[in-house]
């Protein structure tokens, strides 16, 4: 038996209703959703090319629902409650505007401490949409100056900042690097062996890239996926937004990192590959669910495939 197997992808949903968060660049070096170590990305990182003190700006009209000052963590973060009733974070940030600074020490005598987390009212520091809020920085746990942003909804969930109204164009399609068949027990033979094979593709037409090879496969088994993304006028690569899994013209898989939950962090190798990352073959999505990631909150179809066959 043969099966076709059509992997598509999909570039990041964008509009322009809100404005950039800061005037330092727009280059994002990580985007929503990428691999951390034992989590998720939660938002984006916008480069700052090693600089401290660009301006931050409301990306909408917004009040401070939380300020949060740290040696650790997200270091010096705003919280903007947005019209809508979701919330800007910007973290890492060097400093405040001079009012709220005064605010913050403020706090921080009252607290008797640094580290402080503190909510505000409605009605007590409001910003106009485009209103200067501080300064970037490299505060908090961090490998270099750069801002990190965050969009959370109404229930404190992450959500992808570029699909929220941002200024960000992305038209490139994803590159497919590799693909991994993944026995599913110890009786499934990949080309004679109990071991997963990796299978390089090749690009046959514009945005259209083929395995150009055959498989035997005895038994059930499963796929997980090395891709990049490429984002127009940006000089890095990415994790990608979507991918659409068919076999035999049958959806099966289909993941849209839009939100996700603090929660479901710790799941994160058993949504990525870890062996095949600490054996060297890269980053791979595994495009199969279990018992821990089927129910995940970015996973929109989750079909069980179990493939067998002498010809593949």
């Avoid at 049958?250 to 990352?277: G, T, V």
């Amino acid at each position: 038996m043969k099966n076709f197997i059509y992997i598509i992808f999909f570039t990041f949903i964008y509009s322009e209703d809100k404005i950039w968060p800061t005037n330092a660049s727009n280059t994002v070096t990580t985007t929503f959703a990428e691999e951390r170590p034992y989590r998720y990305h939660s938002g984006i990182d916008v480069r700052t090319y090693g600089k401290n003190g660009f301006e931050l700006y409301a990306i909408d009209d917004s009040y401070i629902s939380r300020i949060r000052t740290s040696s650790k963590g997200y270091g010096k973060t705003i919280y903007l409650k947005l019209e809508d009733g979701y919330t800007a974070v910007y973290a890492h940030m060097e400093t405040f505007t001079p009012k709220v600074n005064k605010i913050v020490s403020k706090l921080q005598k009252q607290y008797n401490n640094y580290t402080i987390d503190h909510f505000f009212s409605k009605d007590e520091i409001i910003f106009k949409k485009g209103a200067l809020i501080g300064y970037t920085g490299d505060t908090g746990t961090i490998s270099g100056p750069h801002l990190h942003f965050e969009i959370r909804n109404e229930r404190g969930n992450p959500i992808n900042p570029l699909s929220y109204g941002m200024d960000f164009k992305d038209t490139m399609s994803p590159i497919p690097i590799s693909i991994a068949f993944i026995p599913k027990n110890s009786s499934t033979l990949i080309d004679g062996y109990n071991h997963y094979i990796l299978k390089n593709f090749k690009r046959t037409e514009p945005d259209v890239y083929t395995m150009i090879d055959t498989l035997s496969i005895v038994g059930d088994f499963n796929i997980a996926l090395n891709v990049v993304d490429k984002v127009d006028g940006q000089p890095f690569t990415y994790g990608v937004y979507s991918i659409d899994l068919f076999i035999d013209d049958e959806l099966l898989y289909a993941i849209a990192y839009d939100e996700y939950d603090f929660s479901e962090s710790n799941l994160i190798y058993e949504e990525r590959d870890l062996a095949l990352k600490v054996n060297g073959h890269g980053k791979f999505y595994r495009l199969f669910p279990n018992q821990y990631t089927q129910n995940l909150s970015f996973i929109k179809k989750a079909s069980e495939i179990l493939l067998s066959s002498n010809d593949k």
